[in-house]
């Protein structure tokens, strides 16, 4: 078992001010895998300290000096690519496969996205007007971040508050510690200022909220639900803070009758499993036009059937466990409350699968004529369950998929090219991907209504983390 009870902070790796330990579970085997520490207020204190001394020279550097010790942070984190891959395996229960070529992938293209942004950003500008425009770094940020993508929204919140110049204390979920402490050692080893990048876990109720209240700190960036989003929000008010926040969605995945409906409703089906349905922006409601419903179904259904539970050490295409017990809990709860609701049962349902007694595995679950008040169409289920929807007209098609609290992600499917980017402008999301299309690196990524405030990644992202001063100058005649 690994002893990972130390925080970095100012450079160094440290004790905590009160030892308090929890186990990190391997949510494949249940067995604790490595012990960490709870932190409390005063760490985040020490920390916050730490971060507001390193602010003031680190807010100096040249972009040029940024962008060198991005650059080699980059070179380290590629030569333990692996490291980190085997690690979001081990803790998350993602297979190493799907680790390696997506949840690691995320660490290098996040970099080169905003490597990319920062060298074409304009620092000064001079508007028509003759004021002088600067942009600045906000100063010690916050971050809080989940433990479906760990990585990914550590690197979309640690990179463009080290870009800008501003500096930063993160809290990891505790379920997922140790790959953030495994970009600590590689942002310790790429030489970043001490002060600059601060670590300590601890839990959202304590830590969380000690970081999101504290009078030093400038900016809040927040990824997970809605319910800690709107906690950070109410917790840092009093401060009067910027607050970014990636929270959760319910997306919907319009598929009309001109699609390619074998690609698609495949394709469609298997994203929604992708990471054991753990992503925000999962398509987790299909909505299929009523001519195609029934040859969409038998599509969904064979696919739901081979789709494979298995043990994330193995190489291949298998979904994982869930990430923890609670989270189990949370995803047979909803799978119970579809059935209750009237939902048609398609493919898996309660319980866990054959063989898979020990880890918190679920049944791939796919619920047909689900109707869109039903829960498993409105709460985030945050597992591999899928719920299927007809309709009849692009206008009705347009009104259920809006009908939702969230605004993340959303989906078109469709042969006519101009029909699905006609139907993307309606829908009130921030993100719509058309006929498979991925979210490139660089891209802003983030949502509408309840699923967020803010961008992430790329150019936009590093606008959340930068201030903007004018300077009125007298101007020559
Ligand atoms: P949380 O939102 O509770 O956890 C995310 C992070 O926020 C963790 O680091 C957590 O710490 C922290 N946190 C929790 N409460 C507070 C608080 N009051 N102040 C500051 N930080 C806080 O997610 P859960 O793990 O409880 O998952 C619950 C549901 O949230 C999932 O089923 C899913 O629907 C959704 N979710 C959405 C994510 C997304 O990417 N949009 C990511 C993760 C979850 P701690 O773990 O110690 O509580």
Redesign the pocket.
């Known amino acids: 078992m690994f002893d990972k009870r130390k925080f970095y902070i100012n450079g160094e790796w440290v004790d905590p001010i009160t030892p308090r330990d929890l186990q990190v579970i391997n949510p494949a085997t249940e067995q604790p895998i490595a012990v960490i520490s709870m932190g409390s207020a005063a760490d985040i204190d020490r920390a916050v300290s730490a971060a507001k001394r390193a602010f003031a020279s680190y807010s100096r550097t040249s972009l040029d000096e940024r962008i060198a010790l991005l650059e080699k942070l980059r070179a380290i984190y590629e030569r333990r690519y692996d490291e980190m891959a085997r690690t979001i395996t081990l803790e998350l229960g993602a297979p190493i496969t799907m680790s390696t070529e997506q949840q690691a992938h995320v660490g290098i293209g996040h970099l080169d996205g905003f490597i990319d942004a920062l060298k074409a950003i304009k620092m000064r500008e001079v508007l028509t007007n003759g004021d002088i425009v600067l942009r600045e770094p906000i100063g010690v940020c916050g971050l ?5 993508w760990p990585i990914n929204q550590i690197a979309l919140k640690v990179i463009p508050a080290l870009a800008t110049g501003s500096t930063c204390v993160l ?5 997922t510690p140790l790959n953030a402490m495994l970009y600590a050692e590689m942002i310790a080893e790429a030489d970043f200022p001490a002060g600059s990048f601060n670590l300590v876990n601890g ?3 304590e830590v ?2 000690a970081l ?1 209240k504290h009078c030093d700190v400038d900016m809040m960036s927040f ?3 809605t ?2 989003g709107t ?2 929000s109410k ?1 840092a008010a009093d401060t009067v803070k910027r607050v970014a926040l ?3 969605g319910k997306s919907p995945n319009i598929v009309f009758e001109d699609a390619d409906l074998e690609e698609r409703i495949t394709g469609s089906v298997l994203e929604c499993f992708n990471n054991s349905g753990q992503s ?1 922006d999962a398509p987790t409601r299909l909505l299929v036009q009523r001519t195609v419903y029934a040859q969409a179904l038998d599509i969904a259904e064979r696919v739901g059937r081979e789709a494979r539970v298995g043990n994330p050490e193995e190489a291949g295409d298998h979904i994982g466990p869930l990430v923890s017990d609670i ?1 189990h809990g ?1 995803v047979q709860a909803l799978i119970e409350a579809g059935i209750a609701d009237g939902a048609r049962l398609l493919v898996g349902g309660p319980g866990k699968p054959h063989g898979f007694e020990t880890g918190y595995f679920v049944k791939p679950t796919i619920f047909a004529d689900v109707d869109n008040t039903m829960r498993i169409a409105r709460e ?1 289920v ?1 597992g591999p369950v899928l719920a299927i929807l007809p309709f009849d007209t692009e206008e009705e098609a347009i009104e259920i998929a809006n009908d939702t609290n969230y605004g993340l992600a959303a989906y078109v499917q469709s042969g006519d090219l101009d029909r699905a980017e006609r139907v993307a402008t309606r829908l009130r999301a921030g993100m719509v991907h058309i006929n498979g299309a991925p979210h490139r690196y660089g891209s802003p990524f983030g949502g509408y209504k309840q699923s967020g405030i803010g961008r992430e990644g790329g150019k936009f992202g590093l606008d959340d983390f930068l201030e903007i001063k004018t300077i009125h100058r007298p101007l020559i005649a």
């Open positions: 809080i971040t989940p433990w479906n809290k990891p979920s505790e379920f839990d959202g109720l969380g909220a999101s990824t997970g639900s319910r800690a906690a950070v917790d990636e929270l959760g925000c989270q949370r985030e945050f």
